[in-house]
């Protein structure tokens, strides 16, 4: 059985003062309508509004990405074994912890994919002459993809961040992911010299 709770007044203890320092929401307020007087909002936005066109007309370049000086070629397996069952919406799982699972089995890479520096144009030329007539991606780690796609009448990507190239371990582009089987073989290759004197 519990105790009945019972509550008492004791009073003023100690010295108390009152509140001197100002209210931050009205603070924030006045500093917001003091910007927006001496037209301080309308320059921010505006250089918001700029560098976020620049951005856009040209990514961050994925740093860490040299020209190609040598070749070099190795297999990926994208094979992914699962941790934990996955289960449909009504609960019955379609693939059980453990299984390896293989994302080209059932999502093949239809096209190559093709990782270049977009402000050399010894890269774009090799690129484009060689996957003229397929609908390759390329995909940039440099440069300004919309400016190109105008130039060039063709869709180029951008490696936002370098999640893609991290992936699958390119150092060096150009750089070439292709399906062989239940693999991707990646290729990093020098634009060669006679290549450079033919575009």
């Known amino acids: 059985m519990a105790a009945p709770a019972s509550a008492r007044d004791y009073g003023q203890q ?5 509140v001197i320092e100002p209210d931050l929401l009205e603070q924030i307020h006045a500093r917001l309508t003091h910007l927006e007087k001496t037209g301080e909002t309308a320059k921010l936005n505006e250089e918001l509004k700029r560098r976020t066109i620049a951005r856009v007309n040209r990514p961050e370049l994925v740093a860490g990405i040299n020209a190609a000086a040598a070749a070099r070629s190795w297999r990926f397996d994208p094979t992914i074994s699962v941790d934990r069952d996955i289960a449909d919406d009504k609960g019955r799982v379609i693939v ?3 299984t390896r699972v293989n994302p080209l089995d059932t999502v093949p890479l239809r096209v190559p994919l093709v990782f ?6 010894e890269q774009l030329a090799w690129a484009t002459r060689r996957y003229a007539s397929t609908k390759a991606k390329l995909i940039l780690v440099r440069g300004a993809p919309l400016e190109l796609m105008k130039a060039r009448q063709r869709r180029f990507y951008f490696d936002q961040g370098g999640s893609l190239v991290k992936h699958f371990g390119i150092r060096a582009v150009p750089a070439t992911v292709e399906q062989q089987g239940r693999v991707l073989i990646i290729t990093e290759q020098p634009v060669r010299s006679k290549e450079r004197a033919s575009s």
């Open 14 to 18: 100690g010295t108390v003062w009152s």
């Open 96 to 98: 059980a912890a453990g």
């Open 116 to 121: 270049l520096d977009g402000d050399d144009p």
